[in-house]
């Protein structure tokens, strides 16, 4: 029988890097103001380690998007909503690879050392201002592009759920189907 949903580790990965990339935002959320040096270097080290693990999670969501594939959409779902679910999401993983990648070039230019959990430096903390400067404004592009994808995605998501009823949001929440299961 084909699959009609995600596999549950393919949902927990989900909506754990949802739930991690918010609270990351949020953690990000001081850097544009002022910020005294001390609290500057602890809140680095509080958001690079929240984005490693959303690093980890994203190698992890890879694999198994490789390995298990997505369930097809919704037969009758229209042509042009197949095209734009698939755009977006490529699109989606796309920029959360961009976004890791930026931050970690910020994290390695950056003038204290970023060291996640202690586990390694991901520079020597004397970075050059100009260098940081540009990666962190590519950083803080992406983030942007990135919360206008989410909020077309979780519209969309609430559209195919509420109105459309077509089952396809359904795929990414219910944990306690069996991915085998019909309906
Ligand atoms: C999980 C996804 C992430 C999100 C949503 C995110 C978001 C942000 C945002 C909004 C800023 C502030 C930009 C600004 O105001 O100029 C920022 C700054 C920064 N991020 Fe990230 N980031 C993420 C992952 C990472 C990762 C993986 C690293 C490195 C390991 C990282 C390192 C940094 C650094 C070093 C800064 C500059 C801090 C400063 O200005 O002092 N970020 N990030």
Same mark, same amino acid.
């Given at each position: 029988? &084909?699959?009609?949903?995600?596999?549950?580790?393919?949902?927990?990965?989900?909506?754990?890097?949802?739930?991690? *990339?918010?609270?990351?935002?949020?953690?990000?959320?001081?850097?544009?103001?002022?910020?005294?040096?001390? $609290?500057? *270097?602890?809140?680095?080290?509080?958001?690079?380690?929240?984005?490693?693990?959303?690093?980890?999670?994203?190698?992890?969501?890879?694999?198994?998007?490789?390995?298990?594939?997505?369930?097809?959409? &919704?037969?009758?779902? &229209?042509?042009?909503?197949?095209?734009?679910?698939?755009?977006?999401?490529?699109?989606?993983?796309?920029?959360?690879?961009?976004?890791?990648?930026?931050?970690?070039?910020? %994290?390695?230019?950056? $003038?204290?050392?970023?060291?996640?959990?202690?586990?390694?430096?991901?520079?020597?903390?004397?970075?050059?201002?100009?260098?940081?400067?540009?990666?962190?404004?590519?950083?803080?592009?992406?983030?942007?592009?990135?919360?206008?994808?989410? *909020?077309?995605?979780?519209?969309? %998501?609430?559209?195919?759920?509420?109105? %459309?009823?077509?089952?396809?949001?359904?795929?990414?929440?219910?944990?306690?189907?069996?991915?085998?299961?019909?309906?």
């Amino acid at each position: 029988m &084909p699959r009609i949903d995600y596999q549950v580790s393919q949902k927990v990965v989900h909506w754990l890097m949802a739930i991690l *990339i918010i609270l990351d935002l949020n953690v990000a959320q001081k850097f544009g103001g002022f910020l005294e040096d001390a $609290d500057r *270097i602890e809140s680095r080290i509080d958001h690079s380690q929240l984005g490693m693990i959303v690093a980890v999670l994203f190698v992890l969501r890879i694999f198994l998007r490789v390995r298990y594939g997505a369930p097809p959409l &919704p037969e009758e779902m &229209p042509e042009w909503q197949k095209l734009a679910a698939h755009a977006a999401h490529w699109g989606l993983y796309v920029l959360i690879g961009t976004l890791i990648l930026s931050g970690m070039l910020s %994290a390695m230019n950056a $003038d204290s050392v970023v060291a996640p959990f202690g586990l390694f430096a991901f520079g020597d903390g004397n970075g050059e201002k100009d260098t940081f400067l540009f990666f962190r404004g590519i950083h803080e592009f992406i983030t942007n592009a990135i919360i206008a994808l989410i *909020i077309v995605h979780v519209l969309a %998501a609430l559209y195919h759920l509420v109105v %459309a009823r077509d089952g396809s949001t359904t795929r990414m929440l219910r944990f306690w189907r069996s991915a085998k299961q019909a309906g």
